[in-house]
């Protein structure tokens, strides 16, 4: 999925990782230890993660520290985190012809240019929505984007991850793990219907894929923290037709039917089918690191029948049943066939 090369894969020694073996499909990856990294090797760019949580429990600033390597020995920088506080470092690495990236929340607006009225998108919008965190969204929709374009679909995505436009997304805005949320809803609103319709102008998209993060209805009251007002933003900016909604393996299944009511009535969309992330997150919270367990193929077919039944609706399972991939996106043609009739087809 990726259109580079991975050269390294390091991590600092506090996380655990280092030694470990983080390769898939065949491809070994072993992490190596940051402070021990070759910069003379011939990458050209630096990937840095999430590390401003990992900077405070270390005592390092690891941000700094990169940038000041990337500085020295002639590397591009691409980071998770939002880097506007670096000015002076930003400067130094555009004076020696490096290149900087990050995804700011939001692009800006011209609110009073527009007068608080959105774009009426032409073309169906799909977005993958969840119950939780760490379910395989962003997956998913890789897996949907590919299989869609093989099929001759044109897909324009809008991406909520930082590393979006490494996966192929158009446009990025990411809200979730992270990112500064101290921008108000309405301009939120703005700016994600804004960046789809720009995807829609620029790209000519048969299908428009927008991803959303963690949680879609309060899983309980009493914290702002637990209410995911910027996923509610996000709906309503894509107003999307169709919804995939992603759940976990411990799902209580009141809490499921809960979100599937919320998104069949907060827009005029619908939600199409569940997509189950066959995982548990077995590490402690009080953890840096994530610790998946797959459940069995058996235990996986139990819980299907049990949230299909429950929710009246399709449910797949691409990461155990390869082709599921495949009958969830002929769910999704035949639903906007009907819908949109001769107007979608595939290029």
Not at 70 to 93: A, T
Not at 197 to 213: A, F, T, V, Y
Request: glycine letters at 8%; hydrophobic letters at 40%.
């Amino acid at each position: 999925m990726l259109k580079f090369e991975i050269q390294i894969v390091a991590d600092c020694k506090e996380t655990g990782l280092v030694g470990k073996n983080v390769g898939k499909n065949g491809i070994d990856f072993w992490v190596q230890n940051i402070d021990k990294v070759d910069w003379t090797l011939s990458f050209d760019t630096v990937i840095l993660g999430h590390t401003k949580i990992l900077s405070q429990l270390v005592g390092r600033d690891w941000i700094r520290e990169i940038f000041f390597k990337c500085l020295k020995w002639k590397k591009n920088l691409f980071s998770y985190d939002d880097l506007s506080d670096y000015r002076e470092e930003i400067q130094e690495m555009k004076k020696n012809g490096l290149k900087v990236y990050w995804s700011s929340l939001v692009s800006e607006v011209d609110k009073e240019h527009y007068m608080n009225k959105l774009f009426q998108l032409s073309v169906p919008t799909v977005a993958v929505v969840g119950t939780g965190s760490k379910q395989g969204k962003f997956t998913l929709q890789l897996q949907f984007k590919n299989f869609m374009e093989k099929l001759g679909y044109k897909v324009g995505f809008l991406s909520s991850e930082p590393n979006g436009e490494l996966f192929g997304a158009h446009k990025v805005i990411p809200f979730g793990y992270g990112s500064a949320e101290n921008i108000h809803e309405k301009e939120f609103i703005m700016a994600v219907n804004y960046a789809l319709h720009e995807i829609e102008l620029k790209n000519r998209p048969d299908l428009l894929l927008m991803g959303s993060q963690s949680h879609t209805v309060p899983l309980s009251m009493g914290n702002l923290g637990f209410y995911p007002v910027y996923q509610h933003g996000f709906i309503l900016a894509g107003d999307p037709d169709a919804f995939i909604l992603c759940v976990g393996p411990d799902d209580d299944i009141t809490y499921i039917q809960r979100t599937i009511r919320y998104l069949d009535s907060v827009v005029y969309g619908k939600t199409l089918a569940l997509v189950l992330f066959p995982f548990r997150n077995e590490a402690p919270s009080s953890t840096l690191v994530t610790h998946l367990t797959r459940i069995t193929e058996d235990e996986a077919i139990k819980k299907i029948e049990n949230i299909r039944k429950e929710s009246l609706l399709p449910v797949y399972c691409p990461n155990i049943f390869d082709k599921d991939i495949e009958k969830l996106c002929e769910e999704i043609i035949v639903f906007l066939n009907v819908m949109f009739g001769r107007n979608f087809s595939g290029g």
